[in-house]
């Protein structure tokens, strides 16, 4: 009887005993974990790189550098915060700050992070100070552009209605296609951003105290891009093939192959065509508008953020600080193909090619998306409505309509 | 007497030897209650309260959920399309699985090597099987349409994921694959333990082999068609991968089912309340399986 008590005793101790010891290994050495996006372009070397050099600089601190695929960060940094273990930091949409903001989930970053690497960044680059805090450090600011195939035209459209001609003039399906255009909902709803705004409209109303109206997407600049869109693609056939199957990260590597004409793309383009072993020369310009509106690339940043919950906040705020060298940050934008955010890397030389050139005159007229609440679930209702116009299921007025009154009712307007 | 009666209510389950099994069954009861009933519990309980953006209850809020959620149509779309994909699924995976386990029960050179490749597809993790598909049904450079064409067998193939139902019936499609080794190596399993003597006395008889196999395997393996369709049903209702990895419920949410739904309303959109109730329902739809698969299988084994 008493040897059986004994047993019980040990086993509930070894049972519990893991949890002692890995409170005490935590105790000993704070981890910090950081969610790292996996940009085009990024390699595993450089997150390898990185990791290591800052544990031997801090060998106090341990860090995890953990690679999350883009289009599953958003759901990763959601499922981390609903089951109370975030990470110490994290790559993050700007635009999902509002929303991390009313979770009570993000912390400033200033107080972590030293004045000599904020003093560094170009004040343009803070989207994410809201309200006069810094809620989170620009990792990637970039506006989008065009890409053209010099191998297959030279001819650089300065309206979306000279893109049309230009592009039926070269499409030759299958080998070669005037124009990229992904079908498949992904995460960002670039494409039909990069013709909205070509279209001189934008996804809300703003009201004139500079907050969001009712949604706009139906609005004629709408329902003009989406048609266009739907032209290029069911009536003039310049897209690629099975358009409706290829998200982003699908249908790109079809411009890499040296397939297409034209593709709206990131800075990432170069990195990404070396990569892929692209053999073929590329010319640079910017999105065009449609005649008589005026150019308004997309522009999108991201931001690292910390979490409020996080265990070891001035550790994290440390290697912000070792990140955003030169030396590794630098490195880091040549490799994704970003702008540089921070003012010693913009004076680089490997930062004045055309790319950087063009990337810059767009950065001067862009417009970001929308930073708000919810926009995850307004976007994807977008998606749909696209998806449903290149279907033949509505007319793009009828489902956009359809778009803009699901999210003024989720919105409670 | 009465004393002795509760002593010996009292031994029976606290004695020497119960203990020694509460003490056995401690950690898997353990990791059950934490990891199975508490969630499960919670989920319940979310699908009648107000939740915030993490899941956190908030307040009280009765059937609304639950009314809200029932008069929109899209859930019943979905809550059909699950069905569907469930019921053509498991039926396509069962018959597969029969016809293949038939044949690996013949005796032949090469048998084992037939056996062993034939467990690959379930062998492999789910996901890395469906990112296998997506690249084979990829409209540019995948090996299917190119095959297709390349053999003149259809010149215009669909763009497999890129139109509601050819999106449909090719996550259909990954998924029967990724199953039928479950099924055809559970009925293979059934038939190596039906004695021969039952086929050999048949054949004595005359029987032919159509008749062999109404009259003598499929009874043979009767329980084990039934336990392993019942659970072909629920993994089945709950596949997330393969469509999450294909389609991503698209196109224009063509092919969400249920379980899809419940993560794209709880992770992408951070709507709890919405998917704690979907997720009810699934549960409730499976359970309803579950008992009457159970109802008949116990029946069975009681005759």
């Keep these: ?413 | 007497m009465a004393d002795r009666v509760i002593i010996g209510k009292r031994s029976k389950w606290w004695n020497e030897e119960t203990r020694l099994a509460y003490l056995l069954l401690f950690p898997a009861v353990f990791v059950l209650v934490a990891f199975m009933f508490y969630p499960i519990v919670y989920v319940f309980l979310m699908s009648f309260f107000n939740a915030d953006k993490l899941g956190r209850l908030r307040a009280f809020s009765g059937l609304k959920n639950y009314r809200t959620l029932l008069a929109t149509k899209e859930f019943w779309k979905v809550t059909g399309r699950s069905i569907i994909w469930t019921a053509v699924g498991v039926f396509s995976k069962t018959i597969f699985g029969l016809v293949i386990a038939l044949l690996l029960n013949v005796e032949y050179r090469g048998r084992k090597f037939s056996r062993m490749l034939f467990i690959v597809p379930w062998a492999s993790a789910v996901p890395i099987s469906a990112m296998l598909w997506m690249w084979v049904y990829n409209p540019e450079f995948g090996l299917l349409n190119y095959t297709l064409e390349v053999t003149g067998l259809w010149k215009n193939p669909p763009i497999w994921l890129g139109k509601p139902i050819s999106a449909f019936v090719a996550c259909m499609w990954v998924d029967i694959w990724i199953g039928i080794p479950f099924m055809a190596l559970v009925f293979l399993a059934g038939m190596q333990s039906i004695p021969s003597e039952r086929y050999e006395s048949a054949y004595i008889d005359g029987v032919n082999s159509v008749q062999k196999f109404f009259y003598i395997t499929i009874p043979g393996i009767g329980e084990l068609l039934m336990i392993a369709t019942l659970l072909s049903s629920l993994w089945t209702f709950n596949d997330f991968n393969v469509i999450y990895i294909l389609t991503r419920g698209g196109p224009a949410n063509s092919t969400n089912i249920l379980i899809t739904s419940v993560y794209q309303y709880g992770f992408e959109w951070l709507k709890f309340n919405t998917a704690s109730v979907m997720a009810v329902v699934t549960f409730l739809i499976l359970s309803v399986v579950s008992i009457i698969y159970a109802g008949i299988y116990f029946k069975r084994e009681g005759e």
């Design chain 1, 1 to 413: 009887m008493k040897k059986l008590n004994k047993l019980v005793l040990i086993a509930l101790l070894l049972s519990f005993l893991p949890g002692f010891l890995f409170a005490k290994g935590q105790q000993e050495k704070p981890k910090v974990t950081f969610y790292w996006a996996l940009y085009d372009g990024l390699t595993e070397d450089f997150r390898a790189n990185l990791q290591n050099a800052f544990m031997k600089a801090n060998p106090d601190i341990k860090l995890d550098i953990v690679p999350v695929p883009w289009k599953n960060m958003h759901d990763k940094i959601t499922t981390s915060l609903a089951g109370g273990n975030p990470p110490e930091i994290s790559v993050i949409g700007t635009r999902w700050l509002l929303e991390l903001m009313g979770l009570n989930a993000v912390d400033e970053v200033t107080p972590y992070v030293s004045k000599a690497t904020l003093d560094n960044i170009a004040p343009g680059a803070m989207e994410a100070k809201i309200k006069g805090k810094l809620m989170g450090l620009p990792v990637a600011a970039g506006a989008r552009i065009m890409a053209i195939n010099t191998s297959i035209t030279t001819k650089v459209p300065m309206t979306m209605e000279e893109l049309e001609k230009d592009a039926m003039a070269v499409n030759d399906p299958p080998k070669v296609y005037g124009l990229i255009m992904p079908g498949k909902k992904h995460t960002e709803l670039t494409d039909f951003a990069y013709y909205l705004l070509a279209a001189g409209g934008y996804f809300f109303d703003i009201n004139s105290d500079g907050s969001y109206g009712k949604c706009a997407v139906n609005s004629p600049a709408g329902v003009k891009a989406l048609t266009f869109m739907n032209k290029l693609a069911n009536v003039d056939k310049v897209v690629q093939k099975g358009y409706l199957s290829m998200d982003r990260m699908g249908s790109h590597p079809v411009f890499y192959a040296g397939k297409a004409a034209y593709v709206f793309i990131g800075a990432w383009v170069e990195s990404a065509m070396k990569q892929a072993n692209a053999k073929f020369k590329v010319k640079y310009a910017q999105i065009p508008p449609f005649a008589g509106n005026k150019s308004t690339p997309l522009i999108i940043t991201d931001s690292i953020a910390i979490f409020k919950d996080a265990k070891y906040k001035k550790e994290a705020g440390k290697f912000l600080d070792f990140f955003y060298q030169d030396k590794w940050k630098a490195k880091f934008d040549e490799l994704v193909g970003f702008p540089p955010v921070t003012i010693s890397a913009s004076k680089l030389p490997q930062f004045q090619s055309p790319l950087y050139k063009a990337l810059g005159v767009a950065a001067l007229n862009a417009r970001g998306w929308p930073l708000m609440e919810g926009w995850a679930e307004y976007s994807d209702i977008i998606w749909d409505a696209n998806q449903k116009v290149f279907l033949g299921q509505m007319t793009p007025k009828a489902a956009l309509d359809e778009a803009a009154a699901k999210i003024d009712k989720a919105r409670g307007m």
